[in-house]
């Protein structure tokens, strides 16, 4: 691969993390994620496993040292563990320290093995509820046993699972603390998330918007919490909880900006480079692939990190529209 400068945004902040939707369809339906009824893109308008392979190496050539592969979900995309040991042959030494993968789970349990050969050792799994009832009325059709198979199936394939929990006033409020105590007990690290105003979905997020700030308080209630000097390249801060080797992570977009820090973009399926999630600036990177080379997606890579902005905007207003009109299936969570 050739060379080419560093990829540092206009803030002086250094991007060494890549996430790439491989796909925008979804096998569920999250309520607070997506409408039930969605539109997605033909498949003649996504990019090739071969155009993401390329692209991706663009970005390991200049500098991206973790990349994360995402959807929608990412498991529904047939060439996935092509994908996924393409990416992963860049790995010991060839300029990429980690890829990993973020998953509803629901397909993890077929794929655990062919997805820890191509390198990857540790996953994310969207898991809101383990309540049978309760999830598949988040997801509005999913089966928690599936899911529960799919989790123990790569754990039992020597990949690190880490749980993320988005945090949902009314519906999984009362299943944060006893997640925690599953995730102790199963040694699987833990991630709070609060709900992202991504996207026209069928109910208004602030029925639903639960502040980890106060998310927080309860749980130190019933834990021993220590503050964790870990970092693992995403915007989560980590607590150490006393009488496991687990860590508690908050992501916090709205009670507590990440921004400061961000080190990372987002690639969609259809080839658009997203230097924010809560923007809309974009850059084409498939036809820049398509009609110039590698020289055309470093011009269109450089132009994007010029208007990366400083931070998101996002807010959580009654009645208010979402900050961008895209789901999270989109570019990915």
């Known amino acids: 691969m050739a060379s080419a400068p560093s990829l540092i945004d206009r803030h002086g902040r250094m991007i060494s993390y890549l996430r790439i939707s491989v796909t925008d369809r979804c096998d569920l339906r999250c309520r607070y994620c997506m409408a039930e009824h969605m539109t997605f893109l033909p498949r003649d308008r996504v990019l090739s496993l071969e155009e993401i392979a390329q692209l991706a190496e663009r970005f390991i050539a200049r500098g991206v040292r973790k990349i994360r592969l995402t959807g929608g979900e990412p498991l529904v995309r047939r060439d996935i563990a092509e994908l996924a040991a393409w990416l992963g042959s860049h790995l010991d030494g060839g300029g990429l320290d980690e890829l990993t993968m973020t998953t509803n789970a629901n397909r993890l349990a077929p794929h655990a093995e062919a997805l820890r050969a191509a390198?990857?050792?540790?996953?994310?799994?969207?898991?809101?509820?383990?309540?049978?009832?309760?999830?598949?009325?988040?997801?509005?059709?999913?089966?928690?046993?599936?899911?529960?198979?799919?989790?123990r199936a790569a754990r039992d394939a020597g990949i690190a699972v880490k749980i993320n929990m988005v945090a949902l006033k009314g519906l999984n409020?009362?299943?944060?603390?006893?997640?925690?105590?599953?995730?102790?007990?199963?040694?699987?690290?833990?991630?709070?998330?609060?709900?992202?105003?991504?996207?026209?979905?069928?109910?208004?997020?602030?029925?639903?918007?639960?502040?980890?700030?106060?998310?927080?308080?309860?749980?130190?209630?019933?834990?021993?919490?220590?503050?964790?000097?870990?970092?693992?390249?995403?915007?989560?801060?980590?607590?150490?909880?006393?009488?496991?080797?687990?860590?508690?992570?908050?992501?916090?977009?709205l009670t507590a900006n990440f921004c400061d820090g961000c080190n990372r973009v987002r690639l969609t399926t259809e080839g658009k480079l997203y230097m924010c999630?809560?923007?809309?600036?974009?850059?084409?990177?498939?036809?820049?692939?398509?009609?110039?080379?590698?020289?055309?997606?470093?011009?269109?890579?450089?132009?994007?990190?010029?208007?990366?902005?400083?931070?998101?905007?996002?807010?959580?207003?009654?009645?208010?529209?979402?900050?961008?009109?895209?789901?999270?299936?989109?570019?990915?969570?």
Request: glycine letters at 10%.
């Open 277 to 333: 999630l809560g923007h809309d600036d974009q850059v084409d990177l498939k036809t820049a692939l398509r009609e110039g080379g590698a020289a055309a997606v470093d011009a269109a890579i450089d132009h994007a990190l010029s208007n990366k902005p400083a931070r998101h905007d996002f807010r959580i207003e009654r009645d208010a529209a979402p900050a961008v009109a895209r789901h999270m299936s989109v570019t990915g969570g």
């Open 173 to 253: 409020d009362a299943e944060i603390a006893p997640m925690l105590r599953w995730c102790m007990d199963e040694g699987y690290d833990f991630t709070l998330i609060e709900t992202m105003p991504l996207g026209a979905i069928d109910e208004d997020r602030v029925d639903r918007f639960l502040p980890l700030t106060q998310v927080f308080e309860d749980l130190q209630g019933q834990f021993d919490l220590t503050r964790s000097g870990h970092a693992s390249g995403g915007p989560a801060r980590y607590w150490s909880v006393d009488g496991s080797d687990i860590r508690l992570g908050l992501i916090s977009p």
């Open 119 to 151: 390198g990857i050792r540790r996953i994310n799994v969207s898991l809101d509820s383990r309540d049978p009832e309760t999830f598949r009325f988040i997801t509005r059709h999913g089966d928690i046993d599936q899911v529960l198979t799919g989790i």
